[in-house]
């Protein structure tokens, strides 16, 4: 019986996909839906940078940590490329992140998802979903599949292979 469910959700049009599962799993099966975000490290993706400039991510995250300097559309790219040399850049990955734990939140329970719980981690993103799913006793994980390029088209990305291949849990990747 599935009781709990973790999503893996990044934010990602694939993540959006899974989320949209998870909370119609949740829904039928009256299951507890659990979310989490990995914080990004590394270079950021432009997706992300796509993404949070569509959804006005950034402005609300910019509130969050310097309420008096306004955002100028088009420098999301740098900053976050900068995020581990800048305060400011530092500082604006977790506000991300929160946005997207909420925006995912908010969403699934539109949806009629039950018990919604999110959090934010950081560190290995496969480990930390791994990790997430281990300690809340999840028994399925849903993700997306982040495949890149022509040629990853067909194969899964490195982080769902990663969960799926290590998860003691049923694993659903969504594309």
């Given at each position: 019986m599935i009781g709990k469910i973790l999503l893996a959700y990044d934010g990602s049009n694939n993540a959006r996909r899974a989320l949209d599962l998870a909370a119609e799993l949740s829904c039928k099966l009256e299951a507890d839906l659990?979310?989490?975000?990995?914080?990004?490290?590394?270079?950021?993706?432009?997706?992300?940078?796509?993404?949070?400039?569509?959804?006005?991510?950034?402005?609300?995250?910019?509130?969050?940590?310097?309420?008096?300097?306004?955002?100028?559309?088009?420098?999301?790219?740098s900053l976050l490329?900068?995020?581990?040399?800048?305060?400011?850049?530092?500082?604006?990955?977790?506000a991300i992140g929160d946005q997207l734990a909420a925006f995912a939140k908010s969403r699934s329970e539109e949806l009629g998802a039950q018990n919604v719980t999110t959090s934010v981690r950081?560190?290995?993103?496969?480990?930390?979903?791994l990790k997430t799913a281990k300690k809340q006793k999840a028994d399925m994980i849903v993700i997306g599949s982040r495949g890149l390029g022509k040629i990853r088209e067909a194969v899964l990305g490195s982080v769902s292979q990663k969960v799926l291949h290590h998860a003691a849990q049923t694993v659903v990747t969504v594309k």
């Open positions: 659990s979310i989490v975000h990995v914080l990004m490290h590394g270079r950021p993706s432009k997706e992300l940078v796509r993404m949070a400039e569509a959804e006005h991510i950034v402005d609300q995250a910019q509130n969050t940590f310097s309420p008096s300097v306004a955002y100028a559309p088009g420098q999301m790219y490329k900068d995020s581990g040399t800048t305060d400011q850049g530092a500082r604006i990955i977790p950081s560190g290995d993103y496969a480990d930390e979903i």
